[in-house]
């Protein structure tokens, strides 16, 4: 597990602002668990949020808690039991179970706290080992095109080397007249 600690404070819109950010990759193998933490830095009783950014850009509401003795509720998407929020005094946890390929991606968590959310950790969630399936058939097949191309781009540069020296590797036919 790599961690990264940035210090430093963050307001993006006066709604979201990042303090003692701590960034963590964590791996893990095809359909076992995972237990993603965030540390809670409210001194008192707030809501936390984990959220996890699909395609890169959207950030998608996971689940919510209120205080470490509350209940989660989950978001759309995520009520299908895979996921499971909990939390005591100092961390806030995020457990995946059967963990898969569409699991892979970023999460973040934070706290609404004095009217502002505050961004704490952030995961990002990586399979460890071979892939399954077709990842094996993708790396021929871009071995096949990076190998095609190799040899369009020799066959060019002697072309132009030809050109440049003046010599002409074919005989060339004259059009014929009728």
Known sequence: MKNLLIRQ???VDSWISVSGFEFQTVEVQLDEEVTLKCSNISSHPSQTDWFKVINR???SCIAAMYGSQGKASFCDGFRNGKFNMSSNNTSVFLKITQVDLSDVGLYFCGFYVNKHTV??????????????GNTHVMSIVLSGVTGLFAVVVIVLVLKILNLQTGKNCCIVVPPLIS
Do not use: D, W, Y
Request: aromatic letters at 0%.
């Open 57 to 59: 850009t959207k950030p």
């Open 119 to 132: 961004i704490s950790n952030a995961v990002e969630l990586r399979i460890q080992g071979k892939l399954p």
């Open 9 to 11: 404070t963050v307001k």
